[in-house]
């Protein structure tokens, strides 16, 4: 969506950007790695299939992503290629049961070196509450769907008081979801400062 085209959030380790045509090679280069396709349930794509992916991302009302830089490296470099590490997003819909408007949150730290400091938590962070700001979306609750074998998500979004509601074996899925209430809203604003700058 175009809602955040011109946003850059900054956060300790991470800083969040908008996905851009320039980060579909390396993005695609990700992508080529089987587990990776396998953890984040993407098929594999050509590189001109990413191209029009990362269109769809930007111009589709129900999708909303960032692409996810090692603060430091970017501090260095100034390049946001070379610190590109993953991304974030959004897949906004009606849940059919109870006609809440959510959003189903998906986060990858795809480079290896990269895992294990802390970014997936804080990327993820910043984006529920960026989403939460955001009245326009008019959220009720995030939800999210995780492989079942996926240990590390699994225990992130536990983390952030989401719960299990559903599990579905022939998928190998979990689904866990978080009511946007005021204690949560509350609880979030102590986990994170959002601060955003124009991306221009």
Known sequence: MHLNENTKILGRRV???PYEARHVPKYHQWMSNEKLRELTASEELT???EHEMQRSWREDDDK?????LDAEIYARDQDEITAMVGDTNLFLHQDPDSQ???AEAEIM?????????????????????????????????????IDMDNAASLHLFKSFTFVETRR?????????????????????????????????
């Open 15 to 17: 800083i969040l950007v």
């Open 47 to 49: 590189l001109e299939e």
């Open 64 to 68: 909303l992503t960032f692409i996810v």
């Open 100 to 102: 809440q408007q959510t």
């Open 109 to 145: 730290i795809a480079e290896p070196d990269a895992r294990g400091k802390g970014f997936g938590r804080e990327a993820m962070l910043l984006m529920l509450k960026y989403a939460q700001a955001q009245s326009q979306l008019k959220l009720d609750k995030f939800e999210v769907k």
């Open 168 to 200: 579905v074996e022939v998928f190998h899925e979990v689904t866990l979801e978080r009511p946007i209430t005021p204690d949560w809203i509350n609880w979030l604003d102590q986990q994170v400062d959002l601060r955003t700058q124009s991306y221009r």
